[in-house]
């Protein structure tokens, strides 16, 4: 199995920073595409960022609302994707998830894995 970590949420003041982290370990083959969704209180999840698995290029997608704000990267050789995220507002406030689609064995699908999650709050 694939186990997803996700490190770098709390508290954070508006107009503030906040870089989270998602390690993958486990029985790790191959990592394709990983990402980053978010949960509000009383909301549905949504996708935050996404990022591919090119070795030479990457190619990332955002939420429309999210463009210029928030910034998704990874390292492949470390299987850790990064979300930075600047002037953070109150609504950004949610549950951050990290997902990541790989493959256990060689000739095994790949499957998607989530994380627990990791508490953002942006109150003054």
């Known amino acids: 199995q694939v186990q997803l970590v996700e490190s770098g949420g709390g508290l954070v003041q508006p107009g503030g920073s906040l870089r989270l982290s998602c390690a993958a370990s486990?029985?790790?083959?191959?990592?394709?595409?990983m990402g980053w969704s978010r949960q509000a209180p009383g909301k549905e999840r949504e996708m935050v960022a996404a990022?591919?698995?090119?070795?030479?290029?990457?190619?990332?997608k955002y939420a429309d609302s999210l463009k210029g704000r928030f910034t998704i990267s990874r390292d492949n050789d470390k299987n850790t994707v990064y979300l930075q995220m600047n002037n953070l507002k109150p609504e950004d406030t949610a549950v951050y998830y990290c997902?990541?689609?790989?493959?256990?064995?060689?000739?095994?699908?790949?499957?998607?894995?989530w994380g627990q999650g990791t508490q953002v709050t942006v109150s003054s």
């Open positions: 997902n990541a689609r790989a493959a256990i064995t060689p000739g095994s699908d790949y499957r998607e894995f």
């Open positions: 486990g029985s790790i083959f191959s990592i394709g595409a």
């Open positions: 990022i591919s698995s090119g070795r030479t290029a990457n190619y990332a």
